[in-house]
């Protein structure tokens, strides 16, 4: 993994979250994922988990809720990368309505781990909400 694979890979993480659709998520991730929304959760594992989890399908509290068109917005970048590990650092936006003010936003660190392929294995969020 270098700097320009790990900022592709977080390109098509931001153009997932932004389609919702299965095949953008999915082909993210290595088939045996583990995947963290906080740093205490225990993971989600498995690809098609992961792809429930972010369509809101998985029926947990691990599920996420989607984002109405045009209301999120998001900009990670590498900042540091070492073999199979990459942080990044970004922020993510949040509004009512398309082209509204900013309600929320939010400080992100990613820690992962990547497979030889360039999918994603290991994946734990850390964020703060700006006050």
Not at 39 to 53: H, L, N
Not at 67 to 78: I, K, L, Q, R, W
């Amino acid at each position: 993994m270098d700097h320009k694979t790990a900022q592709g890979w977080l390109d098509r993480y931001v153009e997932a979250w932004l389609s919702y659709d299965p095949g953008d998520i999915a082909g993210l991730f290595s088939e045996d994922v583990q995947y963290r929304y906080h740093p205490y959760d225990e993971p989600i594992v498995g690809r098609a988990a992961v792809v429930a989890s972010w369509l809101g399908e998985a029926g947990s509290d691990n599920a996420s809720t989607r984002d109405a068109p045009g209301t999120y917005e998001a900009e990670y970048s590498p900042v540091a990368v070492d073999g199979d590990a990459v942080v990044a650092t970004g922020v993510s936006q949040y509004r009512e309505v398309p082209g509204g003010p900013v309600v929320k936003a939010y400080e992100n660190c990613f820690v992962m781990r990547f497979d030889g392929a360039g999918r994603c294995r290991e994946f734990t969020e850390y964020f703060l909400r700006r006050p």
